[in-house]
């Protein structure tokens, strides 16, 4: 990790061709070099952090006068951080008898702060936890006395996560855990604190940065979606073509159980919706058999969307599986104890994320628990489903290979779609895919689960959204669409987003189809389209020309009159 | 180790943190005669100096330096 300094340096870089996003950070103690950590790290993972930092204490101040500064500056993303030396001073201050009530007084002010934030901006919330400190009035007891601070600071801890959990729009930035993983000692510095008012020590800011921007990166779209491991001497200790399937070490065996811990750890992570891949230097039956016959395996051949033993060279193998996956180099982590491996496919594919594994294999879950690599800002139980949808994948990819043409294959396979308006069911899958979907998707304007239940709920809006399952399985919900009415002639598609799990299946026709249908029946004549380039979705940009529209200037456009239903393989699911 | 020695340390720590090769600091140098050294740049200069001679400051050591000389009193009385 780089240090304060280094950070600092990369504040003389040139930031003008990164993306900016708006931030905007209150505190009650001193952020400027908070706001400089911030800024140099943001260069590093390429975006340009536009940051408004308030006066020192000026949370209040700037979040209840609507007229302030803040609210003029209308950052994306705020964070607040509210130090636990300015909770004790408050603390300090009360009346004993007020003691016992003090988080959920500080709580009810925390929730007024967010919504006076949300109801008045249209922001994300980043708030950061508590650091826990000790002022120790109570010693041990104060984990038996309500009022001691102690008990109050971690329910406060407590109630923010519960306040999260029902929130949408606020996030927790956990520095608590940070301050437990460095020690207290060495991420705050008391001499500092008394003649500066600056809480963080200067080692820590990268951290804290860190964690932060993590935060940021995935509220912006940029998340890991999958895990690729290796097998040999990184799932299992031990050689499983020369030492054979008794002797490898997982479970009891050797030191077999910092393996066992390690798989649950992958296990984990695949319940959570995190592809795990295999890619490993093996004969695949060889490979596969513990697997399939190891008693003390954790991972077990259903937890593996694609597997790939082979001799080939591992960054070909890697290529391999994201072809099949269809998911960006950048989503994706490549675990192997072997640096040789590590360092062919790192030069490669340079944007896939390869961790350095200590060579002990005991400190391979400290030190991945550290790299906060899975960073998320959702969860839902579709997510879970994920493997079972790749490996549906895998099998579709064997059955195409049989069929010569793409329309007889299409043909052959029962594709049935549940076209449906938005709904309180489908809302947040909806919201769950605008925040995820990059390649196929034509504005890439993000929307949360609110903005989804507006839109849903506005007459100027009509809202499609789409599932898609054939004769191998249901891919659920998988394509959404917004049509503003731009005026009585002409209807605007303001969204268009479709997962890669459903690429080449002609259901960008279907979805056509219904478009003009719908917009046939309401009298209008045309139907206009838009395409912003990102990064990502290249993939999309001659999409409206493909489907028959004209370019216009900075849009494309279809009159319908002239359309004629395309063909297509997919029935309308009854 | 000599006042000398300390000074030139110091000097490279200067240099490092302020990213600023020019600067040439001596004894009688004040806050005002560097352009980079602040309130803020400040702090930074003391945790440099800190992990560099493996010695921690007190809050009020902090607060008593008005030129670098006195900052080399300081570092002398922690070894």
């Known amino acids: 990790m780089n240090s304060f300094l280094q950070l600092k340096k990369n504040l003389k870089n040139d930031f003008s061709n990164l993306k900016i996003i708006k931030v905007a950070i209150l505190g009650d103690t001193a952020t400027q070099f908070l706001t400089q950590a911030l800024k140099g790290l943001g260069y590093d993972n390429s975006i340009n952090l536009e940051i408004w930092e308030a006066d020192f204490n000026q949370i209040e101040r700037q979040v209840f006068d609507l007229s302030s500064e803040l609210y003029e500056f209308k950052p994306e993303i705020i964070i607040v951080f509210q130090s636990s030396h300015k909770l004790l001073s408050k603390y300090n201050k009360i009346k004993p ?36 400190i000790d002022d120790s009035i109570f010693g041990n007891h104060a984990n038996k006395t309500e009022s001691s601070f102690l008990f109050q600071l971690r329910k406060l801890n407590y109630e923010l996560m519960s306040l999260a959990s029902k929130k949408a729009k606020l996030y927790l930035c956990d520095i608590s855990s940070i301050q437990n993983q460095v020690g207290k000692l060495n991420f705050f510095q008391a001499s500092i604190y008394i003649n500066t008012e600056m809480v963080l020590s200067i080692d820590v800011l990268p ?48 030191i ?36 399939e016959k190891h008693p003390d395996m954790v991972l077990r051949m259903e937890d593996i969307s694609v597997f790939k033993a082979n001799w080939d060279n591992k960054a070909d193998t890697i290529r391999q599986i994201q072809n099949i996956l269809n998911i960006g180099f950048d989503s994706m982590v490549f675990l192997d104890d072997n640096s040789f491996e590590r360092n062919i496919v790192r030069e490669n594919i340079p944007e896939i994320c390869v961790p350095e594994l200590p060579e002990d294999p005991a400190n391979y879950l400290e030190y991945l628990y550290e790299l906060n690599l899975f960073e998320t800002v ?46 309180k069911f489908n809302r947040p899958r909806i919201a769950q895919l605008s925040q995820r979907s990059n390649q196929f998707n034509l504005r890439t304007v993000r929307y949360t689960e609110d903005d989804i239940e507006r839109i849903s709920n506005s007459n100027a809006c009509t809202t499609f ?19 503003n009415k731009e005026n009585d002639k002409t209807l605007f598609i303001d969204t268009w987003f479709m997962s890669c799990r459903v690429f080449k299946r002609g259901l960008e026709k279907f979805v ?13 004549v045309t139907v206009k389209g838009e395409y912003i380039p990102t990064d990502k979705n290249a993939i999309v940009k001659d999409h409206y020309v493909n489907l028959g529209f004209e370019k216009e200037q900075n849009y494309f456009s279809l009159e319908i009159q002239n359309y004629q239903d395309k063909k297509i393989y997919i029935k309308i699911k009854k | 180790m000599g006042r000398k020695d300390i000074l030139s340390q110091i000097n490279k720590i200067f240099i ?14 004040q806050a005002t005669d560097v352009d980079e050294w602040d309130s803020l740049t400040n702090i930074l200069l003391i945790v440099a100096i800190e992990k560099k001679f493996k010695i921690r400051f007190t809050s009020k050591e902090i607060q008593s330096w008005s030129q670098v000389g006195a900052m080399i009193d300081t570092i002398l009385t922690k070894f």
């Open chain 1, 465 to 483: 959204s789409f599932t898609l399952e054939d004769k191998f399985g249901d891919n659920g919900l998988v394509c959404a669409i917004i049509l």
């Open chain 1, 97 to 132: 008898n007020q003691h016992v009530s003090f988080a959920t007084n500080e709580l009810v002010l925390i929730e007024n702060i967010y919504s006076n934030l949300t109801n008045n901006l249209d922001s994300k919330v980043i708030y950061y936890n508590f650091t826990e």
């Open chain 1, 207 to 254: 951290k804290i940065a860190s964690k932060t921007i993590d935060l940021i990166n995935a509220l912006n779209g940029t998340f890991k979606k999958c895990v690729i491991i290796d097998l040999d001497n990184t799932i299992w200790g031990g050689i499983i073509g020369d030492d054979g399937i008794e002797n490898i070490q997982v479970g009891g065996l050797g």
């Open chain 1, 512 to 524: 056509l189809n219904t478009i003009i249908n719908f917009a046939k029946e309401n009298g209008f």
């Open chain 2, 16 to 29: 490092d943190t302020l990213d600023n090769s020019d600067i040439n600091i001596e004894e009688t140098t």
């Open chain 1, 256 to 291: 077999g159980k910092a393996f066992s811990e390690f798989q649950d750890w992958i296990k984990k992570l695949k319940n959570r919706g995190i592809i795990v891949a295999v890619c490993s230097k093996n004969t695949e039956s060889v490979a596969k058999e513990p697997f």
């Open chain 1, 378 to 423: 959702s969860f839902s139980n579709e997510e879970a489903d994920r493997t079972r949808h790749y490996q549906i994948d895998t099998e579709r990819v064997k059955d195409y290979q049989k069929f010569t043409n793409e329309d007889d294959f299409l043909k052959n396979i029962n594709m049935l779609s549940d076209v449906q308006p938005f709904n």
